[in-house]
């Protein structure tokens, strides 16, 4: 996305980009549920993010260091995903949120989560959206 924030009278506009980076569908097990019988054991989650910054300076650079290493957003859930248990995927989702944002440079996070409990139904989700401050 790019818009124009800040324009004084007679000023030229200033670019800010918020671009986004998707990982989509991580597979992370975890304990998460209700019930202390739906929590004794851990299920499978999809869990999406979309982590919006700026990364025009990746794109002219080919480097790393200008973007997020998505693979360390991955181990990071994972990781936080074996230390905790939730009773709602709600929950869940927010402490993702806080994690990826006190980690990592970002403009906003969005997550969604997909857990696979209910019969005939195909998933059970949340999107969560929060822009840093």
């Known amino acids: 996305m790019l818009g124009s924030y800040g324009v004084r009278p007679g000023a030229a506009p ?10 989509k569908d991580i597979e992370v097990w975890c304990h998460v549920g209700l019930t202390n019988e739906e ?5 499978k989650t999809l ?19 200008h973007t997020v290493d998505y693979q360390r957003v991955c ?7 074996l230390e905790k248990s939730w009773r709602l995927i709600e929950a869940m989702a927010g402490d993702i949120i806080r994690t990826v944002q006190s980690n990592f440079r970002l403009n906003a996070v969005g997550v969604e989560i997909r857990k696979f409990i209910l019969p005939d139904t195909a998933y059970v989700g949340v999107h969560l959206h929060r822009r840093s401050t």
């Open 14 to 23: 200033v670019e800010v980009y918020e671009d986004v980076i998707i990982i």
């Open 39 to 43: 929590r004794s054991h851990r299920q």
């Open 75 to 81: 181990e990071k859930i994972k990781h936080l995903a």
């Open 47 to 65: 869990v999406t993010l979309e982590l919006v910054r700026d990364l025009s300076m990746a794109a002219r650079t080919d480097q790393l260091i």
